[in-house]
């Protein structure tokens, strides 16, 4: 079954600081992974499709077969920027990992 | 992008009784999926509906407790029966783009059961 992990509950950074939200898949075959976000009062979306190989609000997601690993990174965090993130495999049926709450402080 | 209305956006519920939760989307769709969001948790997929046929459940989820309808291609029902206060969640409805394999999602709808 596709599943995927994200071992942090929540990342707190500064203004201006790199921010890195850390996510595994354990299964075979070529994945396909997104990133959703959810920011306050707003409905979950799409963030980021790594198919695309696109930046999407500065933060950029590399697939890495070796590690198994999809991580979401942005250089230089911003305030707005705060919001719970969610990584889950393509397909009908998403299998969301547990999501990562990021807070950007000022 | 597609457009996706829930209603009721939120309710407040005694314990034993049932709440229909309706979900509408702007755009013909096989199939749609309803999710639930309990406090502090990710989203867990409690089924998906497809259009002229029973819905998937998923393992720990039962029609009896979350019947849910699919009458047409844009629209659905999901009922949840014989509520208890470990049924007060958020629960979302989404649509799956064919051709991206995006999913958007309703807006959710808070579910308190007292």
């Known amino acids: 079954a596709q599943r995927v992990t994200q071992p942090e509950k929540l990342l707190s950074v500064f203004k201006g600081a790199p921010v890195e939200l850390k996510c595994n898949y354990s299964y075979s075959g070529s994945p396909e992974l997104f990133w959703y976000v959810q920011y306050s009062r707003q409905r979950l979306q799409l963030l980021l499709r790594?198919?695309s190989r696109e930046s999407i609000k500065g933060f950029t997601a590399d697939l890495n077969k070796g590690e198994t690993s999809f991580h979401l990174k942005k250089p230089f965090a911003q305030e707005e920027d705060s919001a719970m993130y969610y990584c889950?495999?393509?397909?009908?049926?998403?299998?969301f990992g547990g999501g990562t709450r990021v807070l950007v402080k000022p | 992008s597609a457009v996706i209305s829930q209603k009721p956006s939120r309710d407040i519920c005694q314990r034993g009784t049932s709440l229909t939760i309706q979900c509408q989307v702007d755009?013909?769709?096989?199939?749609m999926f309803w999710y639930r969001q309990q406090p502090g948790q990710s989203l867990t997929l409690i089924a998906t509906?497809?259009?002229?046929?029973?819905?998937?459940?998923e393992s720990g989820f039962v029609i009896d407790k979350f019947p849910i309808s699919r009458p047409n291609l844009t629209f659905s029902t999901l009922t949840v029966s014989n509520m208890s206060p470990e049924d007060s969640s958020i629960y979302l409805c989404s649509l799956s783009h064919p051709s991206t394999d995006t999913q958007y999602f309703g807006p959710g709808t808070r579910l308190t059961v007292l």
């Open positions: 790594h198919i």
């Open positions: 755009s013909q769709v096989t199939m």
């Open positions: 509906a497809n259009q002229g046929s029973e819905a998937t459940y």
């Open positions: 889950a495999p393509a397909g009908n049926k998403l299998t």
